[in-house]
């Protein structure tokens, strides 16, 4: 999104391989893993395309508005299946964070990345403290999983834990990225 190149491209790649990864994690036997790992795929991918540093590609101003689209799609979505838990609460914040970024972005001036000052900054920062309280609460859960419990057999690594969490750890310190450089 903005900042330099460098740390772009790395925002890019992680948000990448996060979204790769959830893919991966869809052909769950779960039912909810595949769906929370559906969301969590789209996200990561469509956070790695915000993140391409503007010293490569520009994006034309309808890319915002698509961006915008899209990630409202995903936040009714959300917003629809936040009463089957708590989880899906957070998938509308980052969607919500999503169309709020490519809105700032489309109304920033030439829609120039690095420049500062797009958003509202109580906004930016309301998203910021919660990422930020969202990556140290996932961090902290990451350290002590516990081993899956029920014996049955040997997990497929798709459904362990610990990399589903991981998966949303890097997820939630790539929006804490992208929010810092709005």
């Known amino acids: 999104m903005h900042g330099p190149a460098s740390s772009g491209w790395l925002l890019v790649a992680l948000c990448a391989a996060t979204g790769a990864y959830c893919l991966l994690r869809m052909r769950s036997s779960v039912e909810e893993q595949r769906r929370a790992a559906g969301g969590e795929a789209l996200m990561g991918f469509g956070m790695a ?38 989880h899906h609460l957070h998938h509308l914040v980052e969607a919500a964070a999503m169309v709020y970024m490519a809105v700032a972005m489309a109304g920033s001036p030439g829609h120039a ?23 140290l609460l996932t961090g902290v859960r990451l350290v002590p999983v ?7 057999g040997a997990v497929g690594w798709g459904d362990r834990p610990e990399l589903a969490r991981a998966c949303r750890l890097s997820m939630g310190i790539a929006m804490v990225a992208m929010l810092l450089t709005l």
């Open 146 to 152: 516990a081993a899956v419990a029920g014996g049955g």
């Open 49 to 86: 395309a915000m993140a391409v540093p503007t010293a490569v590609f520009t994006p034309p101003s309808w890319t915002w508005l698509g961006y915008g689209a899209v990630f409202g799609a995903t936040a009714v979505h959300a917003l629809w299946t936040a009463r089957d838990g708590p």
């Open 113 to 135: 990345h690095g420049s500062g000052g797009s958003g509202v900054p109580l906004v930016t920062g309301a998203l910021l403290l919660y990422f930020a309280g969202y990556v």
